[in-house]
């Protein structure tokens, strides 16, 4: 028997798909021609390592550690403010080997989340202040609640959902997150758009859902 979803879960996620549009200045973004947007204040770490399938947004202050292995991000997938992106690693008699990493496509990856995945399945959600940690592996259309920590070598199965510290089970998706989360990735690239020329638009809001969050993952979680 399914364990019944908590209230933080269905909360978490009650996706606006009509949310009003985030206007960033195109000045602080490179646009490539597959649609990428890619922020100015953005590390790229051996770029020439990581491939954005198109229609992908990397956000302020996010780090792509491509220097330590390939970086294979599908299309829309959003990276939110402050999130490491990090290959998997093993230790093998006293040296460190790096594995690609994959992420499919209508990912969403909440601000300051710390993703060291072996691979990402598609149409998943992972929440804001995550950590992912070595070797994980998130099957398509799973859920990862805002704060969890997922321990090393986690298998996150399909159409489920995981949370809390140290991440666990907390129980199935219903069979329609597919298409909720794939309207939602691509809500979210489609509402992120330049300001105008001369200043015009809204003031730029934050592109998830505002919440309590826990703390931010410490530096040491990075070491290896």
Known sequence: ???????????????????????????????????????RNSVLCGSQNISLVGNSVVKPGVVLRGDLQLLKIGKFVIIGDGCVLRP????????????????????????????????IGSC??????????????????????????????TIVPPLTAFGGVPGRYLGDMPESQPFVQKEHAKTEYKRFLPLAKGGGGATPTASTPKAKTPKSPSSAQLSP
């Open 1 to 39: 028997m399914s364990q019944e979803l908590p209230d933080d879960l269905s909360l978490a996620f009650d996706l606006d798909l009509e949310a009003p549009p985030i206007y960033y200045n195109k000045a602080d973004y490179i646009q490539t021609a597959s649609g990428n947007k890619v922020s």
């Open 88 to 119: 998997s690693y093993k230790k093998y008699k006293g040296n460190i080997a790096f594995f690609p990493m994959s992420i499919g496509d209508y990912v969403t990856i909440g601000p300051k989340s710390i993703v060291c995945a072996a691979q």
């Open 124 to 153: 998943v959600d992972i929440g804001e202040n995550c950590v992912i940690s070595k070797r994980c592996i998130l099957k398509d259309n799973s859920i990862i609640l805002p704060g969890t920590i997922l321990p090393p070598d």
